[in-house]
T-cell receptor, first 110, second 113 residues
Framework: QKEVEQNSGPLSVPEGAIASLNCTYSDRGSQSFFWYRQYSGKSPELIMFIYSNGDKEDGRFTAQLNKASQYVSLLIRDSQPSDSATYLCAVTGANSKLTFGKGITLSVRP | IAGITQAPTSQILAAGRRMTLRCTQDMRHNAMYWYRQDLGLGLRLIHY???????GKGEVPDGYSVSRANTDDFPLTLASAVPSQTSVYFC????????????FGEGSWLTVV
């Protein structure tokens, strides 16, 4: 069973802080890695994807991938109350199908 | 940006009834998917279709069937609904190539009583 694990939440950070969201995966053949954000009652929306080891930055978001250690993380700098949501890690295995983690709920305190 | 429409948005259904959730895309993408999302269990793949005319089973296919008669439509059918199928159902699409990103529809909230 290919698994994607996200550290248990919820996670609460003050406004302006860095939020760090972590995810590990079990399938060493995984090729693509995604972070989705889901607001309550809404559908998941893609915010970041990363394919290669290292960091990928997009505005306040940075995705980090370490294939040797089988983890992918998402950093949110200067966190805003509007970042309060559930964040889903997703991994594409060798079968090209996405497996999702259960998500972690982030709360940014004003 | 989603380019994918689901219907109905929500539905209350009596156990034992047949129900079809509709999904239509306007992006002409090859691959389409049905997920269900449950509290504590996350998003789980029910069925998928890599291209028109083909379908495959995901992680939790039992009690569900799909068809892909053309590129745009991918309906999900519950032949005889049971309360454990109470969930929110998301249809999704992508180009079907490796590493491509999936985009979700707005979801269908289904309650089976």
């Amino acid at each position: 069973q290919k698994e994607v694990e996200q550290n248990s939440g919820p996670l609460s950070v003050p406004e302006g802080a860095i939020a760090s969201l972590n995810c590990t995966y079990s399938d060493r053949g995984s090729q693509s890695f995604f972070w989705y954000r889901q607001y309550s009652g809404k559908s998941p929306e893609l915010i970041m994807f990363i394919y290669s080891n290292g960091d990928k930055e997009d505005g306040r978001f940075t995705a980090q991938l370490n294939k040797a250690s089988q983890y992918v993380s998402l950093l949110i700098r200067d966190s805003q109350p509007s970042d309060s949501a559930t964040y889903l890690c997703a991994v594409t295995g060798a079968n090209s199908k996405l497996t999702f983690g259960k998500g972690i709920t982030l709360s940014v305190r004003p | 940006i989603a380019g994918i429409t689901q219907a109905p948005t929500s539905q209350i259904l009596a156990a034992g009834r047949r129900m079809t959730l509709r999904c239509t895309q306007d992006m002409r993408h090859n691959a389409m998917y049905w997920y269900r999302q449950d509290l504590g269990l996350g998003l789980r793949l029910i069925h998928y279709s890599n291209t028109a005319g083909t379908t495959g089973k995901g992680e939790v296919p039992d009690g569900y069937s799909v068809s892909r008669a053309n590129t745009d439509d991918f309906p999900l059918t519950l032949a005889s609904a049971v309360p454990s199928q109470t969930s929110v159902y998301f249809c999704a699409r992508d180009r079907g190539t490796a590493g491509n990103t999936i985009y979700f529809g707005e979801g269908s909230w289904l309650t089976v009583v």
